[in-house]
């Protein structure tokens, strides 16, 4: 399962990218917001960063101008990916630029039949958010569940990018599913990595290793 950054923060996603734990990232106008800074700039910034896809959103409602802003967005770099909303317009704008060979992410999915006409619109990728939800009353996974079943019954080709996750519980269903991607506030990625008897571990070790008064580095 591949690791996006749902970030705009570029610090966030250098320290990931130094770890080799990214393999791409998705922004959104709240993130953009959020970060305080021009949207081209970080966009241009974050591609530099990453060399696999990163998420970049339109904010127009029609297809016509979806077009010019995807023409736009799509100037700053190859692995650019063109986010649009999962919407009739939506869907037609993910039509035309998947048939011209640019990556489409088309989001705010919340139901398997949303997913279903993103893949029949040759989405590349299609973000089905199970946070908002969890915040509801229902459980997300079930949709992800779901979505797995269509995908695998036609051999769909577009990867299901699982979005709004909010803890590492989220991570580890999605990839016991089988989602293609997920992606996450750097804080839940890192969350990840902790566990109580690894610190402990860690701990031992270098208490009886102190005792015996050598250095690696001495030598």
């Known amino acids: 399962m591949k690791f996006f950054a749902d970030t705009a923060e570029i610090d966030e996603i250098r320290e990931l990218a130094d770890a080799g734990l990214l393999d791409g990232v998705t922004t959104n106008p709240s993130l953009i917001a959020k ?3 021009d949207f081209m700039e970080v966009t241009r910034e974050i591609c ?3 060399d696999g896809p990163v998420s970049a959103e339109v904010v127009a409602l029609d297809h016509a101008t979806m077009m010019k802003e995807a023409e736009t967005l799509r ?7 063109i986010k649009v909303p999962l919407t009739i317009e939506g869907l037609k704008t993910c039509r035309k630029l998947t048939d011209e060979g640019t990556m489409v992410n088309v989001t705010l999915c919340f139901s398997a039949n949303q997913a279903l006409l993103a893949a029949k619109a040759g989405a590349t990728f299609v973000s089905p958010f199970v946070g908002r939800h969890d915040d509801n009353g229902v459980d997300g996974m079930e949709l992800i569940r779901d979505i797995r079943l269509i995908y695998d019954n036609y051999l769909f080709d577009t990867e299901i ?3 709004s996750v ?3 519980t ?3 269903e999605s990839a016991k599913i089988g989602a293609d991607v997920m992606t996450a506030p750097p804080k839940v990625i890192k969350a990840l990595v902790n566990h109580t008897l690894t610190d402990k571990g860690i701990e031992g070790f270098l208490k009886d290793w102190q005792s015996t008064g050598q250095s690696i580095l001495a030598n």
Do not use: E, T
């Open 170 to 172: 989220h991570v580890l």
């Open 48 to 50: 530099d960063l990453v």
């Open 166 to 168: 909010r803890h590492v």
């Open 161 to 163: 990018l699982v979005a």
């Open 75 to 81: 100037k700053i770099a190859d692995n650019v990916c």
């Open 35 to 37: 970060s305080g800074r």
